[in-house]
C-alpha cells in the first residue's frame, strides 16, 4: 500500500479511453462510407477498377441519357438497357435482362438513392462538423 492511486485520475484515464475508442469508431464510420461509395477510380456497381480514357467522350455517346453514376462500360450499357426497358424499349437480344434483372438495378438504385439520403442527413452532417473541429487521430502503432 505505498502507492495510492488516486480515484478521480483512475476515471478521467477511462474516460479518455472511452472517448478515444468512440472518436475512432466515428472515424471509422466516415472512412467506411467514403471508401465505399466515393471512390472515382472503380465502377460504383460492380466495383471494378476504372481508367479514364481520354479518346471516349461518355457524353457524346449517350447524348440523350445522363448516367448518374460512374460505371465501367459493362455497367453503363446494363444501366442504358435498364432505362430503356422502362420505357418500354431495350435490346430484346439480352433475354436475361428480365423482370429479375429489372428488380435488381431497381433495389440498387434505391440503395444508392438511401446513401446519398444518408450523407445528407442532418445526423452524418453533425459527424463529420464534430471530426473536422477536434482534428486528427493518429492510428495505433
Not at 449517350?62 to 448518374?68: M, N
Not at 450499357?77 to 435482362?97: A, F, S, V
Request: glycine share 2%; proline share 4%; with cysteine.
Amino acid at each position: 500500500m505505498a502507492e495510492i492511486i488516486s480515484l478521480n485520475d483512475k476515471l478521467k484515464l477511462s474516460k479518455d479511453k472511452k472517448d478515444a475508442i468512440a472518436r475512432k469508431q466515428k472515424i471509422q464510420a466516415v472512412q467506411k462510407v467514403f471508401q465505399c461509395t466515393q471512390c472515382a477510380f472503380k465502377c460504383e456497381r460492380c466495383g471494378q477498377q476504372i481508367r479514364p480514357d481520354p479518346s471516349k467522350d461518355r457524353k457524346c455517346e449517350h447524348q440523350f441519357v445522363k448516367v448518374p453514376y460512374h460505371f465501367c462500360e459493362s455497367c453503363e450499357e446494363e444501366y442504358l438497357d435498364y432505362i430503356n426497358r422502362l420505357k418500354g424499349k431495350g435490346d430484346k437480344n439480352y433475354y436475361w435482362h428480365n423482370e429479375e434483372w429489372l428488380k435488381i438495378w431497381k433495389d440498387w438504385i434505391e440503395y444508392q438513392s438511401s446513401i446519398d439520403r444518408y450523407l445528407k442527413s442532418k445526423e452524418f452532417k453533425e459527424l463529420l462538423q464534430e471530426l473536422r473541429q477536434t482534428g486528427p487521430v493518429l492510428p495505433d502503432s
